[in-house]
């Protein structure tokens, strides 16, 4: 009895080891899935991580290209702005300063006046002359005698100007008959920027290919 007792429950120990190392070797089984599930997430849920920071760090560096680049439009067209203000303001100191020399205002309306007028006076249109509201005492008595002719038989004037102190800034105008020369500060720097405005701009291009390209 006391054999089949002990049998009983060697074979009940048996019995237990083995399901106790089944039941283990389940759980292990079962814990080694669950481990290579939450890996398998976790590594999914890192890569879905580093996608979306590489997406957004792409979209950064387009958007901060696209800040940069708009920058340095913003800056070329305010370097464009500053330089053709810089060189409107030179050409005017300059322009105003020799217009405003009256030994040079003479030979210059001299030789204007000879040059477009000469046919014109023979026809007797009438010439006006506007010039600096400041300088007609320097200009008008000699305006007078330098257009002012004589008919050789008559002895009677058959050309004189009417001179107009009228002029705000520094430069001549003529008006015969229905034409008007005005040789002014704006007119003068006017023409003068629209010559070397367009070499400026080149430049500026220019200067500024390289960096695009470096971009």
């Given at each position: 009895m006391a054999q089949t007792i002990d049998a009983f429950i060697s074979r009940l120990r048996a019995e237990g080891v083995e399901a106790a190392k089944k039941e283990a070797e389940e759980i292990r089984r079962r814990a080694e899935q669950e481990a290579e599930e939450i890996l398998r997430a976790a590594k999914a849920e890192a890569e879905k991580i580093r996608q979306e920071a590489e997406?957004?760090?792409?979209?950064?560096?387009?958007?901060?290209?696209?800040?940069?680049?708009?920058?340095?439009?913003?800056?070329?067209?305010?370097?464009?702005?500053?330089?053709?203000?810089?060189?409107?303001?030179?050409?005017?100191?300059?322009?105003?300063?020799?217009?405003?020399?009256?030994?040079?205002?003479?030979?210059?309306?001299?030789?204007?006046?000879k040059e477009y007028a000469a046919a014109e006076m023979r026809?007797?249109?009438?010439?006006?002359?506007?010039?600096?509201?400041?300088?007609?005492?320097?200009?008008r008595d000699w305006l007078l005698a330098q257009c002012h002719t004589v008919d050789a038989e008559s002895g009677q004037p058959t050309f004189l100007p009417e001179i107009a102190a009228v002029?705000?800034?520094a430069g001549f105008e003529y008006k015969l008959g229905s034409g008007t020369v005005e040789v002014t500060t704006d007119s003068v720097v006017k023409l003068l920027s629209e010559i070397i405005t367009p070499e400026l701009q080149s430049l500026?291009?220019?200067?500024?290919?390289?960096a695009e390209k470096a971009s």
């Open positions: 997406q957004e760090r792409a979209k950064t560096i387009a958007r901060t290209r696209t800040d940069l680049e708009l920058a340095a439009r913003d800056v070329v067209g305010y370097l464009r702005v500053t330089l053709n203000r810089a060189l409107t303001a030179v050409l005017e100191r300059m322009v105003g300063a020799t217009l405003a020399d009256p030994d040079f205002l003479k030979n210059l309306i001299l030789q204007v006046v026809g007797q249109a009438p010439l006006t002359i506007r010039i600096p509201e400041g300088m007609e005492a320097q200009l002029l705000t800034e500026i291009d220019q200067a500024i290919k390289p």
